[in-house]
């Protein structure tokens, strides 16, 4: 009877521990992910900000659909509400910047790019990240397009300026 016992005891036990072994398998791999995601992220948003800071006219139709397929998609593979909101913001500047094509935008495009990149090498240095420069989307559309007024780039770089 107690050797009965002992192997129930002994399957159980080494049942929990296959479990447990599992989760943090489970775990290493989403991490591994996550941190993959967050490389491509970073070099992407590098490259569209090297791309806006080095042209006159960076094309920013094709920055916004590389934003949103290479940064933006990759953010939402890490598990940061943060992380996203930043990258939402950024395709939200490049928006602006198809938009209001007479504006001065490359400055506000750039800093997207750059809290993007900010928070990632934090993050996979594991230090907590700098605040975000930019304003989420809600904030630069109430900047941008004030009512009964022309729509501007102009109070947006003055907020960037100021926080800079």
């Given at each position: 009877?107690?050797?009965?016992?002992?192997?129930?005891?002994?399957?159980?036990?080494?049942?929990?521990?296959?479990?447990?072994?599992?989760?943090?398998?489970?775990?290493?791999?989403?991490?591994?992910?996550?941190?993959?995601?967050?490389?491509?992220?970073?070099?992407?948003?590098?490259?569209?900000?090297?791309?806006?800071?080095?042209?006159?006219?960076?094309?920013?139709?094709?920055?916004?659909?590389?934003?949103?397929?290479?940064?933006?998609?990759?953010?939402?593979?890490?598990?940061?509400?943060?992380?996203?909101?930043?990258?939402?913001?950024g395709l939200y500047a490049?928006?602006?910047?198809?938009?209001?094509?007479?504006?001065?935008?490359?400055?506000?495009?750039?800093?997207?790019?750059?809290?993007?990149?900010?928070w990632i090498e934090a993050?996979?240095?594991?230090?907590?990240?700098?605040?975000?420069?930019?304003?989420?989307?809600?904030?630069?559309?109430?900047?941008?397009?004030?009512?009964?007024?022309?729509?501007?780039?102009?109070?947006l770089n003055d907020l960037?300026?100021?926080?800079?």
């Amino acid at each position: 009877m107690g050797a009965v016992v002992g192997a129930l005891i002994g399957h159980y036990t080494a049942r929990a521990r296959g479990r447990e072994e599992h989760e943090r398998t489970l775990e290493l791999l989403l991490v591994q992910d996550e941190r993959r995601a967050a490389q491509a992220a970073l070099g992407a948003a590098r490259r569209i900000r090297n791309a806006v800071n080095s042209q006159t006219d960076p094309g920013y139709g094709g920055l916004h659909n590389d934003w949103q397929d290479s940064v933006l998609a990759a953010a939402r593979l890490i598990r940061s509400d943060e992380l996203l909101g930043r990258a939402q913001a950024g395709l939200y500047a490049i928006f602006l910047a198809i938009s209001l094509p007479q504006e001065h935008t490359s400055f506000v495009v750039a800093q997207g790019a750059r809290d993007v990149e900010a928070w990632i090498e934090a993050w996979l240095r594991g230090e907590e990240p700098s605040p975000a420069m930019l304003p989420r989307m809600q904030e630069m559309s109430e900047l941008v397009y004030t009512a009964g007024e022309v729509p501007s780039m102009d109070r947006l770089n003055d907020l960037l300026a100021r926080r800079g």
